[in-house]
DNA sequence: TTAATAAAGGATATGTAGGTCTATTATTTG
DNA sequence: CAAATAATAGACCTACATATCCTTTATTAA
């Protein structure tokens, strides 16, 4: 009875960053990679998978190719500039960043709810931390052996 | 095509905090409410509420009465220490302040994924504010006609 | 002691995030 | 060009959060 669920990020969100740390980690070695090898290192289903990479593509935060030697990967110039707010934005868009905390719809700075200000500064804090965090970064970690992306 | 649901707290968590700080600003005036009156209130469905509603009297949050001039309140030497987090955890346990932001289950302080540490800042910060913020305290912003509940 | 009121609780329905399947399109190489 | 590879795309399925309905239990007061 009554299980909520409570996560920060949408499970799509959660594998949407893993891909895109998993996929800078190959770009910085210049390697595309295949949706199927995407899938297994981060264990995220493939098919799903797949659609939230077609939403990175549409987004610019990826590319992608078609045929034998295609793949997905980030772009090299593109690579220290990738962060985790433009991940979020292009699969979740904005909404994290401008809902209300109490799912009231016409909550906002002038007319705020009774949670507002509080939740704001952490919100905002979030999504500077998100701003200020790039893939590439993220993936450096996981080749020093401080962290991984699959269970 | 693959539409996330992105908010910080599930809707049933919403409407638990929205009913709780409803039912603080009534008992500081020594009023006990009826489901009917919390769910018109703070705008949401009347059977859900009388679920959440539950849950926050088997939390010992809230307390029930039965039978006419029954419902529900918030006990009065209680008033003063119903937090945020009291709210959440009985709606929703403790997940949102222990699960990895990236959906990895052996994530943890000594086996970290790559946003653990940046992500594990953002959680503890949302974490103490809800641990420091009463839902007495919040409905004095809505007697101040700083804020409202409903939509 | 019965009628009225209000919460509790179980069973059931709905909507949407999450996930799958299959056909199509693009590209490469022999 | 044909065969193989890989992404794209739309339709479809599933599970669970969200929501409803209805019966039961507790309490009050006339």
Do not use: W
Request: positive net charge.
């Amino acid at each position: 009875m009554l299980k909520a669920q409570v996560t920060l990020f949408s499970k799509t969100c959660e594998y949407g960053i893993r891909a895109a740390v998993y996929l800078a980690s190959q770009s910085v070695l210049s390697r595309k990679v295949s949706l199927k090898e995407v899938a297994k290192e981060i264990d995220s289903p493939e098919a799903y998978t797949s659609k939230i990479l077609q939403k990175l593509v549409k987004g610019g935060v990826i590319v992608s190719e078609k045929g034998p030697t295609g793949g997905f990967s980030i772009e090299a110039n593109q690579l220290a500039y990738v962060t985790l707010e433009q991940v979020v934005l292009a699969i979740d868009g904005n909404e994290l960043f401008v809902k209300c905390g109490l799912g009231l719809k016409q909550c906002n700075d002038k007319a705020p709810c009774p949670m507002h200000v509080k939740f704001k500064v952490i919100r905002d804090e979030l999504q500077d931390m998100l701003r200020s965090t790039t893939v590439v970064e993220l993936s450096k970690r996981i080749d020093e052996g401080l962290g991984f992306l699959k269970n």
